[in-house]
T-cell receptor, first 114, second 110 residues
Framework: DTEVTQTPKHLVMGMTNKKSLKCEQH?????MYWYKQKAKKPPELMFV???????INESVPSRFSPECPNSSLLNLHLHALQPEDSALYLC?????????????FGSGTQLSVL | DAKTTQPPSMDCAEGRAANLPCNHS???????VYWYRQIHSQGPQYIIH???NNETNEMASLIITEDRKSSTLILPHATLRDTAVYYC???????????FGPGTSLSVIP
């Protein structure tokens, strides 16, 4: 199983809503990542988790709150988002930080903020 | 971190070899060249990586110049399914993060 599963695939939310994105992998990977991708732009790194601990926060606004409850699961909690936060949110995992030939991405959650 | 430059777009006829160039003139001795691609509506996918020697796998070949300042990703027989954005990235394995540049948008034409 070399799959990273992201749910939901599509999400529409209002600026006052609270929602969560979910990412799951069962490859035994100990590093997990969140990326944000605007249309026709490359993915931008948001967060890196290593062994369930937050390793890197790329100065992401606090309205995005990551959580790694166990080694297989990564969540991104969303609250009070702005329309400019509409984007494709990609989750990835790798065996360890630095194992980039084993960096697997999910297909993403397409988020629209109204 | 070493920077890379790639042409923004390229076309390739179906069945022909697609040769995607990448310049990384400031690469240091312990940095690897990685290639990923992103097909529309999917997450990026690892293709191949190398340090000094040329590499080949079931997806592609990677040719790195002797001075390591540039490289070429070769898709030997491009198909329509190879239409994607291709990212060339220079990485040390000790790096914490993969940062994507603009990449090359490859269109394989029937």
């Amino acid at each position: 199983d070399t799959e990273v599963t992201q749910t939901p695939k599509h999400l529409v939310m209002g600026m006052t809503n609270k929602k969560s994105l979910k990412c799951e992998q069962h490859m035994g990977h100990r590093a997990m990542y969140w990326y944000k991708q605007k249309a026709k732009k490359p993915p931008e790194l948001m967060f890196v988790y290593s062994y369930e601990k937050l390793s890197i926060n790329e100065s992401v606004p606090s309205r995005f709150s990551p959580e790694c409850p166990n080694s297989s699961l990564l969540n991104l909690h969303l609250h009070a988002l702005q329309p400019e936060d509409s984007a494709l949110y990609l989750c990835a995992s790798s065996q360890e930080k630095g194992s980039y030939e084993k960096l697997f991405f999910g297909s993403g959650t397409q988020l629209s903020v109204l | 971190d070493a920077k890379t430059t790639q042409p923004p777009s390229m076309d390739c006829a179906e069945g022909r070899a697609a040769n995607l160039p990448c310049n990384h003139s400031t690469i240091s001795g312990n940095e690897y060249v990685y290639w990923y691609r992103q097909i529309h509506s999917q997450g990026p996918q690892y293709i191949i990586h190398g340090l000094k020697n040329n590499e080949t796998n079931e997806m592609a070949s990677l040719i790195i110049t002797e001075d390591r300042k540039s490289s070429t990703l070769i898709l030997p027989h491009a198909t329509l399914r190879d239409t994607a954005v291709y990212y060339c990235i220079v990485l040390k394995t000790s790096y914490d993060k993969v940062i994507f540049g603009p990449g090359t948008s490859l269109s394989v034409i029937p």
